[in-house]
């Protein structure tokens, strides 16, 4: 049986790796509608090719549905943030100043800079996830009105109508919020385990206009959604650098075709030299 702290370890690294697929597939889509239907060159490009971005659209709706499943569904596995938040409370010994300080001491923090790191912390009971707890309350319960529904559609190989994929769409702030706030939970949770600092929030921006107006430098670090958002963005200004597709379909293929035969008779023709 595993120590409080090793599992609490383990479901604390599976909710990072939740918070970040949340933040990635809804931001990305964001991104995606927010830079490309709003430029008409870009547009150009994805009308270009509609069938396709259409399926990429599709795929990442339902990659953020099943993401954010994972966090808030209470029916799903031990890792699901209703869970690691429980833990949390009924374990709220794993986060006193003398672990934490054991914890950074076993990271290689020297002894002076392990007690500053626990100076002035004060004891941590399951009252001192409140904030958490209420916050989560909040957001499970707009996930219960808003999404759940679409993503048990999902599951049941059912597939969404457009109303049902437009009414995804109008949930467009709701979806914001919910799919930045478990890296909020990681965050508190990993900052109060690590480094002795009281449940509390960041709050990032998590409007995909204004995400996008804070977009990270090349080497700077930010929660995962800005870095979806502006991943996306430079794609698709790259893409509007391009040439127009072509729309002769028919003549591609040829091309195409042709240049699989050459290569291949290439090749048969280099191997019957080296027979001989």
Known sequence: MQDPETKFTGMLQALEVDAIQCARYAYTGLAFRYVGFNDPAILDHLNGHASFWKAVEGALETATLIALGRVYDKRTDVHSADQ?????????????AE???????????SPAAADALVDGLGTVSQDSFFVLRSALTIRTTVYKDRIQTLRHKLYAHTALSPDQRGEFLIFHRDLEQLSVFPWQLWRALHDAFQNGIAPG??????????????????????????HAAAATEAFLLWLKA??????????????RSQSAANSAAEASSGSESEDR
Request: proline share 6%.
């Open 84 to 96: 690691v938040l429980k833990y949390a409370e009924r374990h709220a010994g794993i986060f006193s």
């Open 99 to 109: 672990r934490v300080r054991a914890r950074a001491l076993r990271r290689g923090v």
């Open 242 to 255: 391009q040439p127009l597709p072509d729309e002769d379909w028919s003549r591609l293929i040829e091309t």
């Open 201 to 226: 929030f960041r709050t990032p921006t998590s409007n995909i206009g204004e995400v996008l107006s804070e977009r990270p430098g090349r080497y700077e670090s930010k929660a995962e959604h800005f």
